[in-house]
């Protein structure tokens, strides 16, 4: 696009560059996500076991629990919407056992 300023539905006004890096988290986390599905993790082990690398310091690091979540349900080919509550509940539970372990 043509443009300068992006407002998106989410997250802080950017740009371009902004965008690009955002994309190439949620490229990160795809192919990371990928590879632990493809050995038995569950959606959660994945979320604690991802080395979030460059991203780790970026706010919200608990929502990798939601976007494993979302990606496992991808990979199965489960077109279900996720619960609300739960996936609070798992960022919660990310967020506490992601903080004493680090």
Known sequence: MDVDTIVPGHGPITDKKGVAEVKGYLEYIY???????????????AAKDIDLDRYATWTDGERIAVNMASIFRELKGD??????????????DFLRNYTKNK
């Not at 192919?31 to 082990?45: D, F, L, N, V």
């Not at 077109?79 to 919660?92: K, R, T």
């Open 31 to 45: 192919q990371e996500a990928e590879k632990r599905y493809e050995i038995g993790m569950s959606a959660q082990e």
């Open 79 to 92: 077109p279900s919407h996720p619960n609300m509550v739960e996936s609070f509940m798992s960022m919660a």
